[in-house]
């Protein structure tokens, strides 16, 4: 990710009336001149235009469509929804699990907060990344491969604070843009742990009774 976004602390919680609120709202000006900046450049080059909140619309729909694939593990539409250093990440540990997935509401509509543009080998190889803000209501449950819960549930729906990277290679006219990664934040609370499940011992029996 490149000039990763640094999500102010204790986004979503504080206003703009309140003293730390002020200080967000002073990052975010320095931050949105960089952004600009950036889509300035896609401007001159003649690949992008129109307005910044365009770039928005399609990114919901490929995030959307991206926790559906993966519930259904579909391989060949995730590696059209996410790109290739994102895909080992979302598919690691889950070949054995099922995961349910839904997404209910968004809390707040999704909003650019980050964009930059920089080349790759040579200055025409120009890749464009955008983080969107996403505060969505979602529901999570994941199972292990026995079916036994491992983490969240289907009825208990929560709250969630997101920060989604996708990336474009702008100089392919037809090209889409594909999940990059998340920023986490340093102030973002722990992860619920993962329920894990034993087998309980059985009661103690004789040779004889045991082998039967």
Not at 56 to 85: D, I
Not at 94 to 110: A, D, G, Q, T, V
């Amino acid at each position: 990710i490149m000039d990763p976004y640094v999500p102010p602390e204790g986004d979503a919680r504080l206003t703009s009336l309140s003293k730390d609120g002020v200080k967000q709202q002073m990052q975010k000006l320095r931050q949105t001149a960089a952004s600009q900046l950036a889509w300035d450049l896609w401007g001159k080059t003649g690949i992008c235009g129109g307005k910044l909140g365009f770039v928005g619309k399609p990114l919901f729909l490929c995030w959307n469509e991206q926790g559906s694939s993966l519930c259904s593990f579909n391989k060949q539409k995730l590696h059209s929804l996410v790109t290739e250093r994102c895909y080992p990440d979302m598919v690691r540990g889950n070949r054995y699990r099922s995961i349910c997935w839904k997404f209910l509401e968004s809390l707040e509509p999704p909003r650019v907060v980050h964009l930059r543009c920089d080349s790759v080998l040579n200055r025409g190889n120009l890749y464009g990344q955008v983080t969107v803000r996403m505060h969505s209501r979602q529901i999570l449950a994941i199972y292990d491969r026995f079916g036994r819960l491992m983490h969240g549930g289907e009825e208990i729906p929560k709250d969630v604070l997101e920060y989604v990277v996708f990336e474009r290679y702008l100089v392919n006219p037809y090209g889409t843009w594909r999940m990059h990664g998340k920023i986490v934040p340093e102030w973002a609370p722990p992860k619920d742990p993962i329920l894990k499940t034993v087998l309980i011992p059985g009661p103690a029996l004789p040779p004889p009774q045991e082998h039967e």
